[in-house]
């Protein structure tokens, strides 16, 4: 019967439950779901993550090239962020070009590399005006069940932390270049950000972390991303109107995730360097 | 969307007009309707009336690689938009026919008349060339886009001006605009196209047509002609055969249309430079006047800020008064659970080498978690009422040190 | 009450330091300047020129139809090249922003169309955006559950935060940031930043553009008295 009623009424459904302040899945209405994090899965690449949070699943891999700087900033390697939400993730994509949400969403991880600074563009210059690298990130998603961009920002810094480049010398006098195979550097990351993602249903309950499900019920949505006790980003695109003590909530839960998050991958790091 | 089609009886009524050598709008046959050209702030920003037709240019550059057929010279780019923002008859993204026809025609006239000097925007030859686009915009349709589009595609050229360029050696400076005056772009000669139109099999000729008379219209002639009466392009479309001497007596229209119209593009842009070099206001917000019942101008206004949401926002945490009981009490709660949950150490299952998991609770079927031993499920408690409270908060004391708790007052 | 009112030296250094008022740059407005919409504003803020249209409530394609309420569809034109991902960005937070804005359950199986041209940008252009589109569904006439008025703040390297910024000031801003508010409860309706800020910083910059937006609104207000009263 319950399975009909969902069905059939979802918000019925819902309020039901959010009444007794708990979600379908077993939630509380500020829980997130359990956040898997397995960083170095693919080897052939030179960083990468898979983020499982709940059912969504989210996998990261960062390939690394050398390419020529922009004109007019010598020392500026590039960052190239693409998120693929695939039809393999959910019947609601179709193959062809990128639907207007992974746009979206891979706007939103420029921004968010670009505002935290977790990676300073000067530290992939090889030889200034002539050598950079250039950092591919590719996102896909493999599982949508709901808040993929938290997922991809989780899968996105664990990649980066994972990811170490061959050392490339340019000689000054010929010119030639050389890649040193055998050793290899890691990428200095600075920062740690975190995003948190919240939705707002019926207008007036806030749900963290929500489900593909509670995503379609949504009426507005936030994202709050956080670097240690500062903000990054506050992010709401529209959506029902929200009083200020219930965004500044939202941004207190974020900065508890924040560490949550931090915790996660600096702890499953050091795991894999044991 | 749909645009609505004319009825047969208001292309009657059109045409019959023209017959008795009346138009619409009260003009005779070879008047152009009034042209004003409007310079924007910022360089190269062109914007056209014609009538009501409005279009907009803006010129942009880049430095960029030459062609491979001609490495000394500059590349120059023109895109003509026609949105559903000139007209409901267009659609947005996938180009029309008539769109099509539009961006040739003003390639044709801007680009194979060789007016704008392609050789000066070569910076290193066969290497770096200043790559120049002109992107026309169609803000409303009301008939003759053409002509509109080619006076704010020359004016814009023309107003543009490109940074300066230093080579020494191998090294290429660029100069901020800040640096060094921004050079012009050197412009041969300013091509301009004039439309006419012929209805009953030519027999009749208008100039400068409106939205409607194109409806009605039978065959179209375009003229590309600068004033030294040179002729730069010429087209012919349509269901009508056209006599010489009609061919004759367009050209000979066109020479003093595009005369007239030349002289105000100077005279624009002479205008435009002078109220720059005296330092007054410029760009599109002067030019709306405030005299009419559509438009609205403040000056810039200073907005009081209240006492209240000075002090409020400078005093640290956010102490609303305001607020319902039921929200007061969830914000203060979550303040003082958040600054609580700030020192709790968040604990890390690490499943197996390089993975790591927190939290529980939710669907996930992708791996079996090992439950955690302890009792008390890390799961943030919702509180909402006071009689609760206390209960809550001893709960929040025993495992304070345990896990991570995640708390979220959502309710009203 | 006194007289005479002596200014302490204490009291005098903080009204120095007490923080600059909001200041909104000159606006100006034009409603129906354009003539084949349904609605049509163009907008400056300062030199920030914005032309919006709003075409509704008209036929939807068949494959965005919804049956509840108003398809609102929204295009915003870069005035140089072609729409990059910033600006689908920027047309996906305006659309959010407009949908929550427009009364749709009133036009089910319908769609509004608002088509946003940026004319110049010489600063907090998102905002100018989303307060021409508001003018444009104004013009048009769209039921709307409230207006939204959008002001744009930054704050610079030394903590001084400046309310609508010209592009220099934005350029050399630590952090930018564009809030959206309603005009009947004057709730939040969106927000996008750009650069790290602390929640401090984040609070006087909500607090100073919602007492901006009033003055926003009361500049719609004028603008569309104007226009029905037909007086100059």
């Known amino acids: 019967m319950a399975e009909e009623i969902r069905l059939a009424q979802p918000k019925e459904y819902y309020r039901a439950f959010l009444e007794k302040e708990v979600r379908p899945d077993d939630r509380e209405l500020g829980e997130f779901r359990p956040t ?22 989210v996998m990261c891999g960062i390939k690394a090239e050398v390419a020529e700087p922009r004109y007019g900033r010598p020392t500026e390697g590039y960052i190239v962020p693409n998120v693929e939400l695939s039809p393999l993730s959910s019947p609601n994509f179709r193959p062809g070009p990128p639907p207007e949400q992974a746009q979206v969403l891979s706007q939103n991880m420029v921004d968010f590399l670009d505002t935290s600074q977790c990676i300073k563009l000067d530290s992939l210059c090889i030889s200034s005006g002539k050598l950079v690298w250039v950092l591919y990130i590719d996102l896909v998603c493999l599982d949508y069940d709901g808040n993929v961009m938290d997922a991809c920002t989780l899968a996105l810094m664990a990649a980066l932390k994972n990811t170490s480049l061959p050392v490339v010398t340019v000689d000054e006098d010929t010119g030639d270049v050389k890649t040193h195979l055998s050793t290899h550097s890691s990428l200095s990351v600075d920062s740690c950000p975190v995003s948190t993602t ?3 249903f019926d207008n007036t309950v806030l749900l963290v972390d929500p489900t593909r499900e509670e995503e379609l019920l949504a009426t507005g949505a936030v994202t709050v991303v956080t670097e240690g006790d500062n903000l990054c980003s506050v992010y709401k695109p529209g959506g029902s109107p929200l009083t200020d ?16 998050a931090t915790a996660l991958i600096t702890d499953t790091l050091c795991s894999i360097d044991r | 969307m749909r645009e609505t089609p ?10 019959n007009n023209i017959k008795e050598h009346r138009r619409l709008d009260g003009r005779n046959a070879y008047d152009y309707r009034d042209i004003r050209i409007s310079f924007g702030v910022s360089l190269g920003c062109c914007h056209v009336e014609m009538g009501k037709t409005k279009v907009l240019a803006q010129v942009s550059c880049e430095v960029g690689q030459p062609k491979q057929t001609r490495p000394h010279d500059g590349v120059l780019f023109v895109n003509v938009e026609l949105s559903p923002m000139a007209s409901p008859a267009f659609e947005q993204g996938r180009p029309s026919e008539e769109s099509v026809e539009l961006s040739r025609l003003m390639e044709r006239c801007l680009k194979e008349s060789r007016c704008v000097d392609l050789e000066s925007l070569c910076i290193v030859s066969g290497e770096k060339v200043w790559h120049v686009r002109v992107d026309i915009h169609v803000l409303n349709h009301e008939g003759n886009i053409l002509d509109c589009s080619s006076i704010a595609a020359i004016s814009a050229l023309a107003h543009f001006k490109r940074p300066d360029v230093s080579v020494q050696g191998e090294e290429i400076t660029i100069h901020p605009l800040e640096e060094k005056d921004p050079v012009g772009l050197s412009i041969h ?6 439309s006419f139109s012929f209805f009953l099999q030519g027999k009749y000729l208008l100039v400068d047509p409106s939205e409607k008379e194109e409806k009605v219209m039978d065959g179209k002639m375009v003229i590309g002609m600068n004033k030294h009466r040179e002729i730069c392009t010429l087209q012919v479309t349509g269901q009508n055969l056209l006599l010489k001497d009609q061919v004759l007596r367009c050209s000979s229209i066109a020479v ?4 007239k119209t030349t002289e105000l593009i100077v005279q624009a842009l002479e205008n435009d430079k002078q109220a720059r070099l005296r330092g007054e206001k410029h760009g599109f917000a002067e030019q709306i006047s405030s005299e009419k019942v559509t438009s609205n101008h403040w000056r810039e206004t200073q907005v009081k800020v209240k006492e209240e949401v000075m002090s409020a926002s400078g005093g640290s945490g956010a102490e609303s008064e305001d607020v319902d009981s039921d929200m007061e009490a969830g914000s203060g709660d979550s303040q003082t659970d958040a600054a609580r949950l700030k020192d709790v150490e968040p604990n890390v299952d690490i499943v197996a080498r390089g993975v790591g998991a927190i939290g529980e609770g939710g669907a ?5 978690l090992p439950k955690t031993t302890q009792t008390s499920k890390n799961k943030g408690k919702l509180k909402r009422s006071h009689p609760e409270e206390t209960e809550v908060k001893q709960e929040y004391d025993e495992d304070s040190e345990e896990e991570t708790q995640t708390v979220l007052n959502g309710v009203q | 009450m006194a007289s005479f009112i002596v200014l302490t030296e204490e009291q005098q250094r903080l009204q120095r330091e007490a923080p600059p008022e909001a200041v909104l740059r000159c606006l100006t407005s034009e409603l129906g300047c354009l003539t084949r919409q349904d609605g049509s504003a163009s907008l400056s803020q300062g030199d920030t020129t914005v032309t919006a249209v709003a075409y509704g409530p008209a036929e939807v394609r068949m494959a965005r139809e919804r049956i509840d309420r108003a398809t609102v569809e929204v295009v915003y034109k870069p005035k140089v090249g072609l729409p990059r991902p910033v600006d689908r960005k920027k047309e996906n937070i305006i659309r959010n922003t407009l949908e929550s804005a427009i009364m749709g359950s009133a036009h089910p199986r319908s769609a509004i169309s608002v088509i946003i041209q940026e004319t110049e940008d010489l600063g907090s252009n998102l905002a100018c955006c989303i307060n021409a589109a508001c003018l444009a569904l104004l013009d048009a006439a769209v039921g709307l559950n409230f207006m939204v008025a959008a002001v744009a703040s930054a704050v610079m390297e030394d903590g001084k935060i400046v309310t609508d910024p010209e592009k220099k000031v934005e350029e050399k801003a630590v952090a930018v940031m564009t809030f959206v508010f309603e005009s009947v409860d004057h709730k939040l309706v969106s927000v996008l930043t750009y650069g790290k800020f602390t929640q401090e910083q984040y609070k006087v910059c909500r607090d100073l553009c919602r007492q901006t937006a009033q003055s926003v609104f009361a500049f719609y207000r004028e603008s569309l008295e104007k226009k029905l009263l037909k007086t100059v």
């Open chain 2, 364 to 368: 996930s079927r992708w791996l079996d």
């Open chain 2, 6 to 15: 004319l009825s047969n009886c208001e292309k009657e009524f059109i045409l």
């Open chain 2, 256 to 259: 003093t249309k595009v005369t």
């Open chain 1, 36 to 57: 898997v994090l397995n960083i170095g899965c693919v080897s052939t690449a030179e960083g990468s993550s898979l983020v499982k949070l709940g059912n969504t699943t």
């Open chain 2, 189 to 194: 000669h300013m091509p301009l196209l004039v």
């Open chain 1, 198 to 200: 919240f939705i707002v």
């Open chain 1, 245 to 260: 003590e219930q965004v500044e909530m939202c941004v207190e839960r974020a900065f508890v995730r924040g560490k949550e």
